[in-house]
């Protein structure tokens, strides 16, 4: 658009800036912070979807780790009482570990015995007896107790991935908000120019 005016009170070029009122970094933040993704939707990223799917995947795949390690837990507690008489109830996770590694309780006994190491020793036999019915059994035992453990291991992997999406999807919905800001400003620029008739002509210029 152009507009004329008298030149005589005018002399110099006019330039006038106007930026446009951007949205918060630190909402943006704690948005993110909370649920990733959200800071990049309040500042209309496209990069939301890609945190939102991220913290759903993770957390489906912690809770069938965490279920799958339950399960099996339940499988090799229920095989050890079966096949080893072993009473369940009470029973510490390193007691288990000590039911997989010797074949009974007197073996583990004498080996602890042999190591001078009295505090692991057990003294309540009866409580703590086990005794399995073969080699093939207490191997097998062990196999579904290590397969538990390693489900545990990676649920707790998934759960510091999960924490990571939150604190990297907060970062970046810094970035985020920062390039909004920057794609909104908007410059007015009044270029004025002479004409012959000794009149001014203003041109009206926006940048988005």
């Keep these: 658009m152009a507009l004329i005016i008298d030149a005589d009170s005018l002399s110099n070029d006019v330039a006038l800036s106007k930026t446009v009122s951007g949205k918060s970094k630190g909402k943006a933040f704690l948005m993110s912070l909370i649920i990733p993704g959200l800071g990049q939707r309040y500042a209309e990223s496209d990069k939301s979807r890609l945190f939102m799917v991220a913290e ?9 780790l965490i279920t799958y390690r339950d399960w099996k837990r339940e499988d090799y507690r229920i095989y050890a009482a079966t096949h080893a008489n072993v009473v369940l109830q009470g029973k510490s996770d390193s007691y288990f ?10 073996d583990y006994n004498a080996a602890k015995l042999r190591q001078r190491n ?5 003294h309540n036999t009866g409580k703590y007896y086990w005794k399995w019915a073969s080699e093939a059994h207490r191997q097998k035992f062990d196999e579904m ?3 538990s453990d390693q489900a545990d291991n990676r649920a ?21 908000v920062k390039g909004y800001n920057q794609a909104q400003e ?12 000794r009149s001014v002509m203003f041109s009206l210029q926006k940048s988005f």
């Design 145 to 147: 107790r290590v397969t």
């Design 118 to 122: 009295l505090p692991d020793y057990y």
């Design 97 to 106: 570990i000590d039911v997989g590694n010797y074949n009974s309780i007197d």
């Design 156 to 176: 707790l992997f998934a759960l510091g991935a999960i924490f990571a999406n939150h604190i990297f999807s907060a970062i970046h919905s810094i970035w985020s």
């Design 56 to 64: 759903v995947g993770l957390w489906l795949t912690y809770t069938g």
């Design 186 to 197: 908007e410059q007015v620029r009044l270029n004025m120019h002479y004409t012959p008739e």
